[in-house]
C-alpha cells in the first residue's frame, strides 16, 4: 500500500472510508512549498450524526468491551503492528501536511505503536476493589466495578496529527469504549491511511473507531454538543478547550484537556554549560516551536546569561532549515501561512515592546513557511508579549535571574502551567526547583522527554487530567459501586 495525496473517502464512519455529505472543500497546503497537495470535503452534522450513532451502537451492544480482554488486547497490539509496518507511508504523510522533521515523522509511528502497546497491557489489569463494611448492624458486602465512559470525542491539532491521535484512542480501546477522532482540518492525511488500514484490517468492531476529517468549529463542535458523546478528550489551544467545556455543559460529558503552555527554563551557573545551552536550544526550536510544552521563557543566572543567549543564538543560526523529507534538515516550517504570519507578528511586537532581537526572526526563502529561530533578550524582565504570551513558534524569550529564591515567583507568573526545565549540576537545586514549579512536567537537565508509562499533562490553564501511564485511563472509565445485603 502507498501513501495517498488524493484521498476521495475520507470519513471513516461505521467500519468503511465513505465521502463526506458536506460540501466545503479544505485545502491541504505542503508546509515546504506552500502549494495546495490534496483536497477534502470537510465532515459535516451529517457526518457527525452518522459516526455517533454508530459509535452509540457499538457501545451500547457493548460489542467491544464484552470482548475477553486477551483479546482486546491482542487486537490492540496487532493495531500497533499494522502501524508500525506502514512507518514510511505515515512518515511520509505526516511530512507533507505537517511539515516535521524525517526523524521527528518516525518517532511518531513508533510513538504510535508504543502507546497502543503500552495500553494493551493495562487492559488485563483494569480492576475494582473489595473492603470490609461496617454495616450499620446489617451484613454487607460491596465491590467496585470499573466501566468505560462510553462513546469519547477525541478532538485532535495539528503539529503531532498521528501521535496525538493515537495516543488518545489507546486509552480509549483499553478502556472499552467507541471513540470517535476528529483530527486537525490542516492535517488529515496520516489519519485518511490509518482509516484505510484499519478498514481493511477489520480489527475492531464496526462503529468502535470512527474518524472524522473536517473544520473545528463545523464537525469538532458538532461533537461537543452532541447528547450522544459521553466524553471529549482534547488537544489544541486553551481558547477552543474553553469552549468545548461550555459546549459539554449539556450532558455534563466528562472533559479531559491537553492545552497550551509559556513554559519556563532555567539555568544556573553551575549548570555544564554546553549541555544546558544545546537543551535550551531544542527545548524550543525542536519542530519549529510548534510544541505545547515549548521552552519559550529562558531563564539564565546572571553570571551566564550572555554566554547562553550567545551559545543558544548560535544553534539556532547554524540549524540547517528544509523539507522534512531531505534527512539533514533539522528544522522544518511551520504549518500553515496564519502560523508564519502569526510568528512574524510575533517578532515584530518583540522588537516595538523593547526586546533586543539577538538573531533570527526573518522569513527564509519565499517558498514554503520557513522562518530562522529567533533569540531575544529581555534584560529587564518586562512584561512584554513575547515573555507572557503562547507563540507556538521557535521564538525563545531570554531574561536574567539571580538564583533559587527567585525561582518560584518567574516560573509560575504565567495562567499556564505545562512543561518546565530545570539546568544545574545541584541535586538539591534541582529537586528544591521541582517542588516550587506548579507545571505538570519538569525536566532535569534534559527537555522534553515523553514516556508513555508516566502521566503527562498541565496545571492551571494548560489542562484538565493527566494522558499515559495508568492515570491516563482512568479518564475513560466510571466506577461503579455494587452493594449486597447478605
Ligand atoms: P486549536 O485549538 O485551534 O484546534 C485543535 C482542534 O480543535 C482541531 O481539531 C480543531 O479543528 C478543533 N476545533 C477548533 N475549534 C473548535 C470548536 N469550536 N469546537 C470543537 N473543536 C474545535 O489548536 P491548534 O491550532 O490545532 O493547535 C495548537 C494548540 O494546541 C496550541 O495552543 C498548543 O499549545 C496546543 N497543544 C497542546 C498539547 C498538549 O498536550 N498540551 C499538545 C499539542 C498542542
Redesign the pocket.
Known sequence: MSASLSPTRTQFIAGKQVSSNGTEEIPVYDPATGEIISTFQGADAADVEMAVAAARDSFDKRIWRDLPPIERAARMTAMADLIASHADDFAELEISDNGMTMSMARATVTSCANSLRYFAGTIQKIHGESTDLSGGGRQLMAYTMREAVGVVAA??????PLG?LVNKMAPALAAGCSIIG?????TPLSSILLSQLLAESQLFPDGVISILNG???IA??A??AHDDVDKIT????????K??VV?SAHNLKRVTL????KSPLFIFDDAPLEHAIQGAAMAIFANSGQ???AGSRLYIQRGIYDAVIEGVAKIGDAMKLGNGRDPSTQLGPLVRQEQLDRVLKYIEYGISDGAELISGGMREGDKGYFVRPAVFANRERNKIRIAEE?I?GPIVTAMPFDGLDELEALANDTPYG?GSGVFTSSNSTAHKAARLIRAGNVWINCYGILDKAIP?G?FKQ??WGREFGLEGLSPFLETKAVYNML
Open positions: 478532538i485532535t491539532p495539528w503539529n503531532a496525538v476528529k483530527p486537525a482540518e490542516q473544520h473545528g468549529h469538532g463542535a461533537l461537543a482534547f488537544t489544541g489551544s486553551t481558547e477552543v478547550g469552549k468545548l459546549a491537553e492545552l497550551g503552555g510544541v505545547c510544552f503562547e507556538f505545562l503527562f498541565g494548560s489542562g
